[in-house]
């Protein structure tokens, strides 16, 4: 059964660093989403991608974000100069006709 | 705003009993209601989904009926099982391509 996947499965970074989170939808879905989640917090929308561009993005995905599919298969978050608050599980999902199928994340630890 | 409002957890059940998770939503439209299951170490599984009132979507011996009088997507099994422990979590999405919005998720652990 097709899935998507992400990797790194987990990265520590210092605060300011860059980081790119990379994620490999199910290749026929058309729609792309990022989501985190803070621990012991909700599931947070941050941004969906659709037709090359941004469809919607949530108040968190601020200008340290950016989204990117660089190529027909990867799907990439990048934040520009991490801190602390951006320790999270991010994850990434895909859709074709409505219901979202995840990855199993990638947790990201700021220090 | 739209929002989904989820049972607090954790619970802890013994092998074989009742199950429910409550789940109740706020919408500006007509949603389609989900269920996902996060078992430890992975990531969000699909469960079972609802698209209109009334429906009742069913997985794995897990079922929740889409409630439009009570705004509610409970979820519920008849006999837990111990490989039942994972975070349930509660989802809406207004439209194809729309963001989901979660609920804090329900923590279940079955004890044999």
């Known amino acids: 059964e097709p899935e998507v996947t992400q990797t790194p499965s987990h990265q520590v970074t210092q605060m300011g660093q860059e980081v790119i989170l990379r994620c490999v939808p199910i290749s026929n879905h058309l729609y792309f989403y990022w989501y985190r989640q803070i621990l012991g917090q909700k599931v947070e929308f941050l941004v969906s991608f659709y037709n090359n561009e941004i469809s919607e993005k949530s108040e968190i995905f601020d200008d340290q974000f950016s989204v990117e599919r660089p190529d027909g298969s990867n799907f990439t978050l990048k934040i520009r100069s991490t801190k602390l608050e951006d320790s999270a599980m991010y994850f990434c999902a895909s859709s074709e006709l409505g219901t979202q199928y995840f990855g199993p994340g990638t947790r990201l630890l700021v220090l | 705003g739209d929002s989904v409002t989820q049972m607090e957890g954790p619970v802890t059940l013994s092998e074989e009993a009742f199950l429910t998770i409550n789940c109740t939503y706020t919408a500006t439209g007509y949603p389609s209601l989900f269920w996902y299951v996060q078992y430890p170490g992975e990531g969000l599984q699909l469960l079972l989904k609802a698209t209109k009132a009334d429906d009742k979507g069913s997985n794995k011996g897990f079922e929740a009926t889409y409630r439009k009088e009570t705004t509610s997507f409970h979820l519920e099994k008849g006999s837990v099982q111990v490989s039942d422990s994972a975070v349930y979590f509660c989802?809406?999405?207004?439209?194809?391509?729309?963001?989901?919005?979660f609920g804090t998720g329900t923590s279940l652990t079955v004890i044999p």
């Open positions: 989802a809406l999405s207004l439209d194809t391509g729309n963001q989901f919005y």
